[in-house]
C-alpha cells in the first residue's frame, strides 16, 4: 500500500479506517514533537535540511531527497508489504501461521522487547543533540540530522505497535518512551550504552559504525518474528538503517584517511606530532574503538540467556537471516562458550543452542564489525604503516553477561582488576585524550570546507557534489 500524506500522521497502514487509534496516536504526536523541540537536535529548527523521505516502501519511493525544516519532517508508520504466504521460520511452531495479532500468553513479553527497542531510537537523538555546532562539514551535519530524524522516525514504528496491538498498557509505555531521558540519574534509557554521552564526532562514528549495528541486528532478528506487523515494520527500519552504519564506516574511513595524509607529510607515526597537526593519532583511534565497541556488545544481553532461549521457542525473535540456518527448530544442538572459571582462568562450557541465541547473534555482529575494519586497514597498509587497528576481544570490558565485571585485556587474557587499572589509559580513551578530542571539534559550516582531522567524503548525497549546500543556514 502506498504512503497516504495527506493524514495528518503518514502512513501505509490505512490508519483513517480505525478511528481510535487514529485519534490516540494524534494524541501522542504533539508530545513527540514537543520532546523534539525539547531534547532533539539543539539550535538548528530552522535550517533547511537536504534530507530523504520515504514515499513508499519499495525502491523506488524510500529516499525522495529535498529541503525540509526538521520540525517539519514528516514523520510517519511505514511498514513491509505484507507477504500472505509467510509461515513461522523458527521455534516450536516453526511452519504455522505467522500472527497478524498478538497471542495473549505473549503479551507480556513482546510488549518488553518492543518497548526495549523503541527506547533506543530517541535515546540515541538525546545523546547526539549537542552535535550540530561542531559539525565538521555541512555535508556531515546533514547526515546527523537525517540520522536523527530517521530515529524518531523508528521510534513512531515502536509507537504505532504499541498502540496498536498492546491497548491501554501500550499507550502508557509510549508516553513513558518520552520520559525516560538518556543519561538521566532516576529516569535512565534501559541499555546502558543508550546512557552514554556522544560530546564529539569521533564518538558519534564509533556509535553509528558499532551500535547502530546492533541496531542492524536486533532489527534483523525481530523482521524474523511471528508477529507480523512487527517483523514488517523492522524489514523497512533496516532500509533507513543502512545509511546509518555508512555515516559510521565512511566516517572513521575519513579520519584515518587524513591521519596519513599527515602522517606522510610530517613523515612521523608520533601521536603527539601529529596531534600537533591537529589530526587524531592512529592509537587514540583504537582506544575509542576499543571502548565503543565493547559497549555495543554489552547490547546483545548475556551468553547464557533463557530469555532468549524463550524468545527463540515461542517465535517471538529470531536468529538474524534464520534462512541461512538448516535447523530452525534449534532444539538439539548444543553451543560451546569459553566462560570465565571465577578463578582468573578459563572454562570450557557446552550450552543448550537456545539459551546462546544472544551469542549466536553477537558472533555475527562481530564478524559484520571486522568488514570495515579491513577496509581501514587496507588504507593504513597502503601507506606503508605497520599499525593496524583491531577488534578487542569480547571478554574485554563487559558490563552484561559471563564476562560482565571480569578484567581482560584487549586479547581476552584475565587479569586483576588492579592490573586493568594500571594499564587503562593504554586501552581506552583517557581523560586527555577526550579533551584532545574535544578540543578538535570546531563547527565547519562553508560549503565544501572540511575540519582539518577529517577528509572530505569521496561523494556527496544523491549524487550532489561534495560542495551541495547539504543545510542552508539561516
Ligand atoms: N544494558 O537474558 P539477558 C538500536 C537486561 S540498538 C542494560 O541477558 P535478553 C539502535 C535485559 O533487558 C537495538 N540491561 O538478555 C542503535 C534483561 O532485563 P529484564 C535495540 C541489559 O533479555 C543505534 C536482563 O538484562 N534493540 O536499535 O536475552 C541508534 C537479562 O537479560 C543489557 C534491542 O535490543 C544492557 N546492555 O536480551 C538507535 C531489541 N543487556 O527483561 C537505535 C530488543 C541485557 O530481565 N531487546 N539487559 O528486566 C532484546 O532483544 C533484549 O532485551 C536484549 C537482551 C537483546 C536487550
Not at 523497512?236 to 543502512?242: D, K, Q, V
Not at 599527515?262 to 589530526?279: C, F, Q, W
Not at 576499543?290 to 555495543?296: K, L, V
Not at 594500571?422 to 578538535?440: M, T, V
Request: charged content about 25%.
Amino acid at each position: 500500500m502506498s504512503i497516504n500524506y495527506q493524514d495528518r500522521i503518514p502512513n501505509n497502514v490505512d490508519l483513517g479506517s480505525n478511528r481510535t487509534l487514529q485519534r490516540a496516536l494524534e494524541h501522542w504526536q504533539p508530545e513527540f514533537l514537543k520532546w523534539w523541540e525539547e531534547l532533539g537536535p539543539k539550535d538548528f529548527q530552522v535550517a533547511d535540511v537536504y534530507l530523504r523521505t520515504a514515499t513508499s516502501v519499495d525502491a523506488k519511493g524510500w529516499a525522495t531527497y529535498g529541503y525540509v525544516r526538521m520540525p517539519d519532517y514528516r514523520w510517519g508508520i511505514f511498514l513491509n508489504d505484507r507477504d500472505p504466504n509467510r509461515r513461522i521460520g523458527f521455534g516450536d511452531s516453526y511452519g504455522q501461521d505467522v500472527w497478524q495479532q498478538i497471542p495473549g500468553e505473549y503479551r507480556a513479553t513482546l510488549r518488553r522487547l518492543i518497548v526495549t527497542q523503541g527506547d533506543t531510537e530517541p535515546a540515541s537523538v538525546e545523546q547526539q543533540r549537542m552535535l550540530g555546532h561542531t559539525a565538521p562539514s555541512i555535508y556531515d551535519l546533514r547526515n546527523l540530522f537525517q540520522v536523527n530524524v530517521e530515529e524518531g522516525r523508528h521510534l513512531w514504528a515502536m509507537v504505532y505497535l504499541l498502540h496498536a496491538y498492546f491497548g491501554r498498557d501500550g499507550r502508557e509505555e509510549a508516553e513513558e518512551l518520552l520520559e525516560r531521558h538518556s543519561g538521566d540519574a532516576d529516569k535512565p534509557r534501559i541499555l546502558g550504552t543508550f546512557n552514554e554521552p556522544i560530546r564529539d564526532w569521533l564518538s558519534f562514528f564509533m556509535f553509528t559504525y558499532f551500535t547502530d549495528r546492533d541496531g542492524k541486528f536486533q532489527l534483523k532478528s525481530l523482521a524474523e518474528s511471528s508477529f507480523d506487523p512487527l517483523a514488517r515494520t523492522c524489514q523497512f527500519m533496516l532500509t533507513e538503517e543502512a545509511h546509518h552504519m555508512f555515516v559510521g564506516d565512511t566516517g572513521i574511513n575519513r579520519v584515518v584517511k587524513r591521519t596519513l595524509e599527515v602522517m606522510k607529510e610530517l613523515s612521523t607515526d608520533d601521536p603527539l606530532a601529529i596531534r600537533n597537526a591537529g589530526a587524531i593519532d592512529l592509537p587514540t583511534l583504537q582506544r575509542y574503538l576499543n571502548f565503543w565497541f565493547s559497549s555495543s556488545l554489552d547490547l546483545f544481553g548475556s551468553e547464557t540467556s533463557s530469555n532468549a532461549a524463550s524468545y527463540f521457542a515461542n517465535g517471538l525473535k529470531g536468529r538474524p537471516d534464520e534462512a541461512q540456518y538448516e535447523d530452525h527448530i534449534a532444539i538439539e544442538q548444543s553451543y560451546a562458550l569459553e566462560l570465565p572459571d571465577g578463578q582468573g582462568g578459563t572454562k570450557s562450557e557446552n550450552i543448550p543452542l537456545r539459551n546462546a541465541m544472544n551469542e549466536v547473534t553477537r558472533s555475527s555482529y562481530v564478524r559484520d564489525c571486522e568488514i570495515g575494519l579491513k577496509r581501514w586497514n587496507r588504507l593504513i597498509e597502503k601507506a606503508g604503516h605497520g599499525f593496524r587497528l583491531t577488534l578487542p576481544s569480547t571478554r574485554f570490558r563487559r558490563s552484561i553477561g559471563n564476562w560482565g565485571g571480569v578484567s581482560t585485556t584487549p586479547k581476552g587474557q584475565p587479569i586483576s582488576a588492579e592490573q586493568f587499572g594500571a594499564r587503562q589509559n593504554e586501552w581506552l580513551p583517557s581523560d586527555s585524550d577526550r579533551a584532545y578530542i574535544l578540543s578538535l571539534m570546531q563547527g565547519v559550516s562553508a560549503p565544501g570546507k572540511m575540519a582539518a582531522w577529517i577528509a572530505p567524503p569521496d561523494r556527496g548525497i544523491n549524487n550532489n557534489p561534495v560542495d551541495y549546500e547539504y543545510v542552508k543556514l539561516q
